[in-house]
């Protein structure tokens, strides 16, 4: 299925907005939680290292927010502008940050409640667990995946019309790779 550049940047912007509209119920709360942490007897008992745990989990959320914000504000400033394609390139930029700064959070945040409830020696082991599960499940893995249809363009290829070994991608002009195709 073709499709023209504006329906693309349109399937793009709306692909974006379906993100952020799924990252954002869950940070609010978190933030929520975090607001309301201060105020609880429980917080009084804090050790330090958990006190700075907690102010770089509220304050990473409050970036993180920001962050997941700042595109719906970029589209309403420009709305209308013709910068769609700029909204969606820094959009993505400025989810994709906002995606590290809420992986911080989390980790902070758990090993605030990890150390509370089952000590310190847990809550490292935990937070570390959580740091590098964030890493690989949200970075590392999505970068490593190949995508279905370059694996199948590869593979085409690969074998030349002739049976030949065609030569490697990259190799060569483009213009001749079409002829042997054709």
Known sequence: ????????????????????????PGVQVLFAFLL??????????????????????FFSTTITIALLVAPSAYHRVRFEQRYKEDIITSGNALTMASLAFLAVAMVAAVFVVTVQWMGTTAGTIVTVVAAVLFGYLWYLFPATRRSPE?????ESEATAPDGEAAPAIGAGDDRDRTKRAA
């Open 1 to 24: 299925m073709d499709e023209n550049l504006a329906d693309k940047r349109h399937r793009q912007f709306s692909e974006l907005q379906t993100d952020v509209r799924v990252v954002l």
């Open 36 to 57: 309301s942490l201060p105020f609880l007897s429980a917080a009084h008992h804090l050790g330090a290292a958990q006190r700075v745990a907690y102010f770089i989990s």
């Open 150 to 154: 370059v694996d199948a363009d590869e």
